[in-house]
Nanobody, 121 residues
Framework: QVQLVESGGGLVQPGESLRLSCAAS????????MGWYRQAPGNERELVAT???????NYAVSVKDRFTISRDSAGKTVYLQMNGLKPEDTAVYYC???????????????WGQGTQVTVSS
């Protein structure tokens, strides 16, 4: 079994910062791409940022230059540093990982349970 456990959400005022973390644990052989997605009420889930196993990153236009995605050296924890938060960043943020488990040939997509980020004055 594999688990993705997120932390770091909360309520902040516009302009403030938050750091989200997502740690993967369990019978893992490799984690390829990791990333963050978000879903606001009434909206579809959208990509925020991704990072590959080699460290290449990709950002949504709306967060570029404000958010930074990174991974730890073991490659099993992904972070999202969010600076200059705006009310429109309010959403549930989900961690995503493309995982290959031990003794498995193919990879699959896994999701965390989500963490609420609310930006309001």
């Amino acid at each position: 079994q594999v688990q993705l456990v997120e932390s770091g959400g909360g309520l902040v005022q516009p302009g403030e910062s938050l750091r989200l973390s997502c740690a993967a644990s369990g019978s893992i052989d490799s984690i390829y791409t990791m990333g963050w997605y978000r879903q606001a009420p009434g909206n579809e889930r959208e990509l925020v940022a991704t990072i590959t196993i080699s460290g290449s990153t990709n950002y949504a236009v709306s967060v570029k230059d404000r958010f930074t995605i990174s991974r730890d050296s073991a490659g099993k924890t992904v972070y999202l540093q969010m600076n200059g938060l705006k009310p429109e960043d309010t959403a549930v943020y989900y961690c995503h990982a493309q995982i290959r488990q031990r003794l498995h040939i193919s990879s699959y997509n896994d999701w965390g349970q989500g963490t609420q980020v609310t930006v309001s004055s």
